[in-house]
């Protein structure tokens, strides 16, 4: 049986330095993630990354499973990014290449409109997500990156739940909007 997040978490804090690899290989990239969307440039989502991990790094004594580990995590994730705000303003999102995600299928569905049709779509998307106040954006990529629920959400946030629901709706009505799937 796998251990949990936050099983790991307690034993890196009790000096098992494997759990921590375990707990950071399970969670970087969704994390990488979230913060690169999060913010404009590859090298300031860089820096956040690493000052998150550090983050947890430096409480590992302190640690206590209070909630789930990765509300726990996304929370960090979400006070460095205030941080961040506070300090520069809200940046709107890079998605840089975001368009090479877009494999078109093979065969019949190849069509050239098709693919046009689904690159314009993604363009627009990440227009849109790029549009979006910080706080709809985060709620967005907690959902979708992170699989929060919208109590989770909430809770990494430091928001109430009817707040969390209300930016993660109007998120999601802007994006359908911008995409054309009113």
Known sequence: MQASDEELMQRYGAGD????DRLYARHRAPLYRFVLRCVKERAV??????????????????????????????????NRLVDHWRR??????????????FDPPAGEAADPARVFDGR?????????????PPAQREAFLLSEEAGFTVAEIAR??????EAAKSRLRYALAKLRAAVGDD
């Open 17 to 20: 330095a494997g759990a921590f």
């Open 45 to 78: 989502a860089e820096d956040l990354y690493q000052e998150i991990w550090m983050r947890v790094i430096e409480a590992r004594g302190r640690y206590e499973p209070r909630a789930k580990f990765t509300t726990w995590l996304y929370t960090i994730a979400h």
């Open 88 to 101: 520069l303003g809200p940046a709107p999102v890079s998605l840089d290449g975001a368009d090479a995600a």
């Open 120 to 132: 314009e779509k993604l363009a627009r998307f990440a227009q849109a997500l790029a549009a979006l």
């Open 156 to 161: 990494a946030t430091g928001a109430n739940e």
